[in-house]
T-cell receptor, first 114, second 112 residues
Framework: KAGVTQTPRYLIKTRGQQVTLSCSPISGHRSVSWYQQTPGQGLQFLFEYFSETQRNKGNFPGRFSGRQFSNSRSEMNVSTLELGDSALYLC?????????????FGPGTRLLVL | KQEVTQIPAALSVPEGENLVLNCSFTDSAIYNLQWFRQDPGKGLTSLLLIQSSQREQTSGRLNASLDKSSGRSTLYIAASQPGDSATYLCAALGDSNYQLIWGAGTKLIIKP
């Protein structure tokens, strides 16, 4: 069974631009969670989607948004990029989500904002 | 507010040694405690998940324990191998908001 895939793997943007990241979960998984990883703040929870609905949200500004499609694929969007948004963005999928079961992570998208 | 701490931040040991990684959390109201490893340039791999009602979980050479009353979890690695070199992260799932709060990780190097 194919693992979690994320595209693109690397991305360079400039301040003020917007970016969309994509995550394809393991087949059959309905939950997709997104995390931001930076050297200073470590790993932080962004949000979780389940059956096309945002089920949980971390403490990030509204510039960070996401959505989930009927095939469970998810996208994350960051608008008006800031230098501090440079990070590794990870998505994870699981059957029922909610953090109550094993999550399977993708390789991440490394975003650099100049 | 939940805070998760991992000590030490880095650890280097010779191959074959048994070792313990530590994770502490400030709020005992957790649903579970999870251990992951992260290899350079790769995502995270789930190692063990301990439910709040459990005391420990084992997988191969790995054993994780949980003591909610003291706010501590340990990951025991037996007979370490160079392939165990990675960053190990623990994360606590709050039992009300169901959000994982992560430690900063312990970077482990196993010397051949």
């Amino acid at each position: 069974k194919a693992g979690v895939t994320q595209t693109p793997r690397y991305l360079i943007k400039t301040r003020g631009q917007q970016v969309t990241l994509s995550c394809s979960p393991i087949s059959g998984h309905r939950s997709v969670s997104w995390y931001q990883q930076t050297p200073g703040q470590g790993l932080q929870f962004l949000f979780e989607y389940f059956s096309e609905t945002q089920r949980n949200k971390g403490n990030f500004p509204g510039r960070f948004s996401g959505r989930q499609f009927s095939n469970s694929r998810s996208e994350m969007n960051v608008s008006t990029l800031e230098l501090g948004d440079s990070a590794l963005y990870l998505c994870a999928s699981s059957w029922e989500g909610g953090g109550q079961e094993t999550q399977y992570f993708g390789p991440g998208t490394r975003l650099l904002v100049l | 507010k939940q805070e998760v701490t991992q000590i030490p931040a880095a650890l280097s040991v010779p191959e074959g040694e048994n070792l313990v990684l530590n994770c502490s959390f400030t709020d005992s109201a957790i649903y579970n405690l999870q251990w992951f490893r992260q290899d350079p340039g790769k995502g995270l791999t789930s190692l063990l998940l301990i439910q709040s009602s459990q005391r420990e979980q084992t997988s191969g050479r790995l054993n994780a324990s949980l003591d909610k009353s003291s706010g501590r979890s340990t990951l025991y690695i037996a007979a370490s191998q160079p392939g165990d070199s990675a960053t190990y992260l623990c994360a606590a799932l709050g039992d009300s908001n169901y959000q994982l709060i992560w430690g900063a990780g312990t970077k482990l190097i196993i010397k051949p």
